[in-house]
């Protein structure tokens, strides 16, 4: 089959460091790949893929020197290379979410747009009404539910790349906390949460990126300034900066648990079955797909309040880090997703 992948711009494919759209994408290409399929990924000049590669722009967005966030400027060039490749295709994949609907229209064979992001933004339900009869994946039965009467064809949980990930079943004494650094993502309680329980934590994140005309972007960066610089001061936790790779592996694999306490709704969180993956459990809060992904108990801890959290932090000597393992090869793997 021929198939093409419409990747965002702002990360190479797969990501150097933060992005998990971009990693996800890599995966199912190259799954689709070793699988004969006839791939065109449509990307940024500078990702690495065994498909066809179709630059969006020579260099990734987010990557550029200063970095940028406008899609709109780039928009039309995506569409165009696109249209000159329209009839190559036996399907095209969107993971654009609401900035590649409008490519549905402009398709003769079968469009179908996998959604990454969060729905219940008042001012983009409009949109996404007005193209109901789109197919839809959503990666998580969660993120569904702003837009419950959608053209929902399939829920894909997100897959990862598991030979990037080494189990291991003697962890260290530390926490660790991976992700952006936003009120979203709840670093803070992390922090906290640590603390109190007497353990490290090792932060990958980098700093937000300064975009003065964002105002999440802006959100973010006030956060981290008035927030988490102070807590940062704090014995026992230390900031290391994005990792990939095998340092994420490592960092993972030796971690006593990964603390997620996000506050919003997310879609799916891919540091979760990276964790697992390493035999890693899971200490959330039970919001957006967390409850999908970890079964309390068994593969960490779903949680209601910061104190739970810590209480949790106690237990997970309690868990079984082959089990964990086992649960992201069963669930969580390219062959899964694909």
Known sequence: MRIAQVAPPFETVPPAGYGGTERVVSVLTEELVRRGHDVTLFASGDSRTKANLVPIVPRALWRQDPPTNDFAAHRASLFGKLLQHLDDFDVVHSHLDYHGLGLAGLCQAPFVATLHGRLDIPNLLATYRAFAELPLVSISNAQRRPLANANWIATVHHGIDLCSFDFSDTPGDYLAFLGRISPDKGLDVAIRVARRAGRRLIIAARPPLAFADDPEARCDRAYYEETIKPLLREPGIE????????????????????????????????????????????????????????????????????????????????????????????RFSPSAMA
Do not use: N, Y
Not at 240 to 256: F, M, T, Y
Not at 269 to 279: D, H, I, R, S
Not at 321 to 327: G, I, K, P, S, Y
């Open 239 to 330: 900031l290391i900066g994005e990792v990939a790779g095998p340092q994420k592996s490592a960092l993972l694999r030796g971690a006593l648990g990964l603390l997620f306490p996000i506050r919003w709704p997310e879609p799916f969180g891919l540091v979760m079955p990276e964790a697992l993956a390493c035999g890693t459990p899971v200490v959330a809060f039970g919001e957006g797909s967390v409850p999908e992904v970890i079964s309390h108990g068994v593969t960490g801890f779903v949680c209601d309040l910061e104190e739970e959290m810590g209480a949790a932090v106690g237990r997970l000597p309690d868990i079984d880090r082959r089990r964990c393992r086992l649960e992201a090869e069963q």
